[in-house]
């Protein structure tokens, strides 16, 4: 899989601009830091958020999508009878038409690389970021699709930080479930619940600090993820998985 260079693509921006980035990098070192969650909303804006939105309807409706993950309905396997709940399709922002994707994926990447760079007072919890994955756009179509508790990264992949932007117009939890609820550790019987209205984005630590899972969604559920990598932690992983081809090579 190949990976995309985290850099400022130094988009034209006002003084306002900067300075809101700068104060959305401040804030996520912050709350990085102190809970290992962060979310912000209004990220980028109403307006450039619907063209978002319509991109990520207009590609669903094309059937771009493909299945995600399975979910057994029940704990035995015997019935076989799993739901798919969420469907989902890559995208690197450099394809024809996804312009706006694109735009939201460079603010991202300012903040985390303003972030970054703001690490050297070792704040951002000692990673270096220079990678990360496409965007991985997800529906959850609702008829009660929901995704079972999990830790992103288990076992030292590289990947240090999961950033979820959420599109959903007038989102109600109440009525339309779909909350994404993390379970930080080191905190007793603290969780957070985040519900993925729109225009909000969220960043979390992608290890084992913070399992979480989906609600069952009663109403189509659109969020689109970023995954960045910390370079000591992926250069390891991708030795480890050589020498782990090597070995069963000889093995063979
Ligand atoms: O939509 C949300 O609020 C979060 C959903 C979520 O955790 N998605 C997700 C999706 C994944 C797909 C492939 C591999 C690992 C994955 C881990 N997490
Ligand atoms: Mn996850």
Same mark, same amino acid.
């Given at each position: 899989?190949?990976?995309?260079?985290?850099?400022?693509?130094?988009?034209?921006?006002?003084?306002?601009e900067?300075?809101? +980035? &700068? $104060?959305?990098? @401040?804030?996520?070192?912050?709350? #990085?830091?102190?809970? !290992?969650?962060? /979310?912000?909303?209004?990220?980028?804006?109403?307006?450039?958020?619907?063209?978002? +939105? &319509? $991109?990520?309807? @207009?590609?669903?409706?094309?059937? #771009?999508?493909?299945? !995600?993950?399975? /979910?057994?309905?029940?704990?035995?396997?015997?019935?076989?009878?799993?739901?798919?709940?969420?469907?989902?399709?890559?995208?690197?922002?450099?394809?024809?038409?996804?312009?706006?994707?694109?735009?939201?994926?460079?603010?991202?990447?300012?903040?985390?690389?303003?972030?970054?760079r703001?690490?050297?007072?070792?704040?951002?919890?000692?990673?270096?970021?220079?990678?990360?994955?496409?965007?991985?756009?997800?529906?959850?179509?609702?008829?009660?699709?929901?995704?079972?508790?999990?830790v992103?990264?288990?076992?030292?992949?590289g990947?240090?930080?999961?950033?979820?932007?959420?599109?959903?117009?007038?989102?109600?939890?109440?009525?339309?479930?779909?909350?994404?609820?993390?379970?930080?550790?080191?905190?007793?019987?603290?969780?957070?619940?985040?519900?993925?209205?729109?225009?909000?984005?969220?960043?979390?630590?992608?290890?084992?600090?913070?399992?979480?899972?989906?609600?069952?969604?009663?109403?189509t559920?659109?969020?689109i993820t970023?995954?960045?990598f910390?370079?000591?932690?992926?250069?390891?992983?991708?030795?480890?998985?050589?020498?782990?081809?090597?070995?069963?090579?000889?093995?063979?």
């Amino acid at each position: 899989v190949t990976h995309t260079k985290v850099q400022d693509n130094n988009v034209m921006r006002t003084p306002d601009e900067q300075m809101a +980035l &700068e $104060e959305m990098s @401040c804030t996520l070192i912050r709350d #990085l830091n102190e809970y !290992g969650v962060c /979310v912000l909303d209004s990220f980028v804006g109403e307006e450039r958020g619907l063209k978002v +939105l &319509e $991109e990520v309807k @207009c590609m669903y409706k094309a059937g #771009l999508f493909r299945d !995600g993950q399975l /979910v057994s309905t029940t704990k035995s396997k015997l019935d076989h009878k799993h739901i798919r709940s969420d469907k989902i399709m890559w995208v690197d922002g450099k394809e024809q038409g996804l312009y706006n994707i694109k735009y939201l994926m460079n603010q991202v990447d300012a903040v985390i690389t303003l972030a970054n760079r703001m690490r050297n007072n070792g704040k951002l919890g000692q990673y270096n970021i220079r990678e990360r994955t496409k965007a991985m756009v997800a529906v959850y179509e609702g008829k009660g699709s929901h995704y079972v508790k999990h830790v992103d990264n288990p076992n030292k992949d590289g990947r240090c930080i999961t950033c979820i932007y959420y599109l959903n117009v007038n989102w109600n939890v109440q009525e339309s479930g779909g909350l994404l609820r993390i379970f930080p550790d080191g905190w007793v019987d603290r969780i957070a619940d985040i519900e993925p209205i729109f225009d909000r984005i969220t960043f979390f630590w992608s290890d084992r600090r913070n399992p979480h899972e989906v609600q069952p969604a009663h109403r189509t559920r659109y969020a689109i993820t970023l995954w960045y990598f910390d370079a000591h932690e992926r250069e390891a992983a991708v030795r480890k998985y050589k020498k782990d081809c090597e070995n069963l090579l000889k093995a063979a």
